[in-house]
């Protein structure tokens, strides 16, 4: 089945400055890849998703790529704010399917 | 707020009691999903409904775990004899599929076993 891995578990970093979180997956079928966020006692919440047909895409702040030779794919946040601390998930798929998650993400920033 | 609900939010049991979580996906959405989440860890997956289907259910649910998608709506999972390593987050995600991939999560069930 697929295995994705996630790093790092944890990442601090200063308010404006950027973070980077990045995931490998082993099944080369997989073709849908979305990131989620979860707050303390909080069910996690989309917030960026990419398929395997595309190498980018932007959303405001956020960004994630995808390297399909290397299967990993990464998230971008840019000009980090305090709001933006939580932990966050990576997943895969093969559409319209199960996620198979990554471990996590706690992302602290810091005023 | 996504549009997927659970109820209880938090249910505290004995060991070797029966207890029964409810998810109401939203309304248009076809599939819907059950997953299990232990401190640290990533959400993993249990079982899935399409319409009133059970379609697939994975290694991680026992024969102690039951789910049901009666009417194609709501859902209901169910664990019998619960034991302390059945304490967990269980999410329920709804989607609708062939339209969309993406899965909506609701707020989960905190699961205590005493």
């Known amino acids: 089945g697929e295995n994705v891995e996630q790093h790092p578990s944890t990442l601090s970093v200063q308010e404006g400055d950027s973070a980077v979180i990045k995931c490998t997956y082993s099944?080369?079928?997989?073709?849908?890849f979305p990131w989620y966020k979860q707050e303390l006692g909080k069910g996690p919440q989309l917030i960026i998703d990419i398929r395997s047909n595309v190498g980018e895409k932007k959303d405001q702040r956020i960004a994630v790529t995808l390297n399909k030779t290397a299967k990993h794919f990464s998230l971008h946040i840019t000009e980090t704010q305090p709001e933006d601390s939580a932990v966050y998930f990576c997943a895969a798929s093969k559409g319209y399917s199960t996620l198979t998650f990554g471990k996590g993400t706690m992302l602290l920033v810091s005023p | 707020d996504t549009g997927v609900s659970q109820d209880p939010r938090h249910k505290i049991t004995k060991r070797g009691q029966n207890v029964t979580f409810r998810c109401d996906p939203i309304s248009e959405h076809n599939r819907l999903y059950w997953y299990r989440q232990t401190l640290g860890q990533g959400p993993e997956f249990l079982t899935y409904?399409?319409?009133?289907?059970?379609?697939?259910k994975s290694r991680l649910l026992s024969d102690r775990f039951s789910a049901e998608r009666p009417k194609g709506s709501f859902s209901t999972l169910e664990i019998q004899r619960t034991e302390q390593g059945d304490s967990a987050m269980y999410l329920c995600a709804s989607s609708l599929a062939g339209r969309s991939d993406e899965q909506f999560f609701g707020p989960g069930t905190r699961l205590t076993v005493l």
């Open positions: 099944d080369s079928a997989s073709n849908y």
């Open positions: 409904f399409q319409n009133e289907a059970q379609l697939e």
